[in-house]
């Protein structure tokens, strides 16, 4: 005789990137032993490795890839499934820098929300008839501002990370499509020969991202009033 067939509730969540409506199921025990031996790791790498894998196990829309959703997105995801599969509230241990000592706090999960930056756009005007339209990057793709390498190279990083982010380079009416219209290392070439004054723009973008945000408000044992705000997966889960 068959055993029986387990049925999955089902959630929806809208992503902030697209707008677009995903919907996931809780993670199974199965999935948690993924997430489980990879956290036993202790290494950063496998850890996310297994989110991205787990996340893609758990999205049941067809046309959904992990690997090219924003960061942020990868982020919100994760959180509400945590939420869904094991419990809403995660305990966070915070050392105050003032008095030196440990507060220990009680999140839910399902009170953070992604902030979007006002005014925060992902077009970038060059000049006056001449700009860029960026897309967020993914996971992998955002690690690269985490780059441990001496300045040369972490230059040379970013320049080839803004190179694989440019979506559209406007000209007036005409575009230009990244992977129609022009290469990856044509858009290098391209960068390195606008004016110094667009580093800014493209640290701006990449600065004001969407993020995960959670505020902890408290008193610390001096009775100074503190705030801490927790941002990206890294305050929640490592």
Same mark, same amino acid.
């Given at each position: 005789?068959?055993?029986?067939?387990?049925?999955?509730?089902?959630? &929806?969540?809208?992503?902030?990137?697209?707008?677009?409506?995903?919907?996931?199921?809780?993670?199974?025990?199965?999935?948690?032993?993924?997430?489980?031996?990879?956290?036993? &790791?202790?290494?950063?790498?496998?850890?996310?490795?297994? @989110?991205?894998?787990?996340? &893609?196990?758990?999205?049941?829309?067809? =046309?959904?890839?992990?690997?090219? @959703?924003? &960061?942020?997105?990868?982020?919100?995801?994760?959180?509400?499934?945590? /939420?869904? /599969?094991?419990? !809403?509230?995660?305990?966070?241990?915070?050392?105050?820098?003032?008095?030196?000592? =440990?507060?220990?706090?009680?999140?839910?999960?399902?009170?953070?929300?992604?902030?979007?930056?006002?005014?925060?756009?992902?077009?970038?005007?060059?000049?006056?008839?001449?700009?860029?339209?960026?897309?967020?990057? !993914?996971?992998?793709?955002?690690?690269?501002?985490?780059?441990?390498?001496?300045?040369?190279?972490?230059?040379?990083?970013?320049?080839?990370?803004? %190179?694989?982010?440019?979506?559209?380079?406007?000209?007036?009416?005409?575009?230009?499509?990244?992977?129609?219209?022009?290469?990856?290392?044509?858009?290098?070439?391209?960068?390195?020969?606008?004016?110094?004054? %667009?580093? =800014?723009?493209?640290?701006?973008?990449?600065?004001?991202?969407?993020?995960?945000?959670?505020?902890?408000?408290?008193? !610390?044992?001096?009775?100074?009033?503190?705030?801490?705000?927790?941002?990206?997966?890294?305050?929640?889960?490592?």
């Amino acid at each position: 005789m068959a055993l029986p067939k387990i049925n999955h509730p089902t959630f &929806s969540l809208e992503l902030i990137s697209s707008g677009k409506t995903i919907r996931y199921r809780p993670f199974t025990v199965k999935e948690e032993k993924i997430l489980l031996v990879a956290q036993s &790791s202790q290494d950063r790498t496998q850890i996310i490795e297994a @989110i991205r894998q787990v996340i &893609s196990m758990c999205v049941i829309n067809e =046309d959904f890839d992990v690997n090219k @959703i924003p &960061s942020f997105d990868l982020e919100y995801i994760f959180i509400n499934l945590r /939420s869904k /599969s094991v419990n !809403n509230i995660v305990e966070i241990v915070l050392r105050d820098n003032e008095d030196e000592k =440990d507060y220990t706090f009680e999140v839910n999960l399902d009170e953070i929300k992604i902030v979007k930056k006002e005014n925060h756009t992902k077009k970038i005007q060059i000049m006056d008839d001449l700009g860029i339209v960026m897309r967020y990057p !993914n996971f992998n793709e955002a690690n690269m501002l985490f780059d441990d390498s001496d300045d040369e190279d972490y230059v040379t990083s970013m320049l080839k990370m803004i %190179s694989r982010c440019i979506d559209v380079i406007y000209q007036g009416e005409k575009l230009y499509k990244a992977g129609e219209d022009f290469t990856e290392e044509e858009a290098f070439n391209f960068i390195n020969e606008l004016p110094v004054d %667009s580093s =800014d723009k493209f640290r701006e973008f990449f600065d004001n991202f969407p993020e995960i945000e959670y505020v902890i408000e408290y008193k !610390n044992s001096l009775g100074n009033d503190r705030t801490y705000k927790l941002t990206g997966i890294n305050s929640f889960f490592f």
